[in-house]
């Protein structure tokens, strides 16, 4: 989403609460663009304005984030008998490929490997996060609705100790700079 009036860009990374953002955040403006591109694609786009602009994201804890894609996704693309331990080893040989299934720093990186964006909040601290946020972009604070959200136990109850490590390799760049924990 890139928003002219307020001078900033929100990099979606999918299932990281871009849904929620984007449906506080537009409500508020008049002028938005948006869905799922990457601070490159925007910086292609918009070279002055991803320069001035104020840049941020959301990022997920990883085996969160598989567990709600896999609740998403549940019925598509021909998942329907997957179990969620099927889904993950799809995932880690390839065979679930998505913008949905792509590590975080893709997105937030430029063409150097540099993190691109000025501001990258956390899906686990979205509000607080969010509050934040408004403050930089000079907005008022709102509480977030939430939307597109999955039903599902607590993600640590869908695991093994192969489809952890699976995710932990897929993942593991993200997990290394974000910090992420598994459980936590």
Not at 1 to 20: A, S
Not at 26 to 55: C, G, L, V
Not at 85 to 101: L, M, N, P, T
């Amino acid at each position: 989403m890139i928003h002219h009036k307020n001078k900033f860009i929100f990099v979606e990374i999918p299932k990281t609460g871009t849904t929620t953002i984007c449906s506080a955040l537009n409500s508020n403006y008049d002028f938005a663009t948006w869905r799922h591109r990457t601070f490159m694609q925007y910086r292609n786009e918009y070279p002055i304005k991803a320069k001035e602009y104020f840049k941020f994201s959301f990022v997920r804890n990883p085996w969160d984030k598989l567990v709600s894609q896999f609740h998403f996704n549940r019925g598509k693309f021909g998942m329907e008998n997957y179990s969620f331990k099927d889904y993950i080893r799809a995932f880690h040989a390839g065979h679930v490929v998505s913008i949905r299934s792509q590590s975080y720093l893709p997105w937030l990186v430029d063409e150097n490997g540099i993190i691109a964006v000025d501001f990258i909040g956390r899906f686990e601290n979205l509000q607080n996060d969010f509050d934040h946020l408004c403050d930089q972009i000079g907005i008022e604070n709102k509480k977030l609705p939430h939307k597109n959200s999955t039903k599902h136990e607590h993600y640590t109850k869908y695991y093994d100790k192969e489809s952890r490590r699976l995710v932990a390799e897929k993942y593991a760049k993200d997990i290394e700079y974000f910090g992420y924990k598994f459980g936590e």
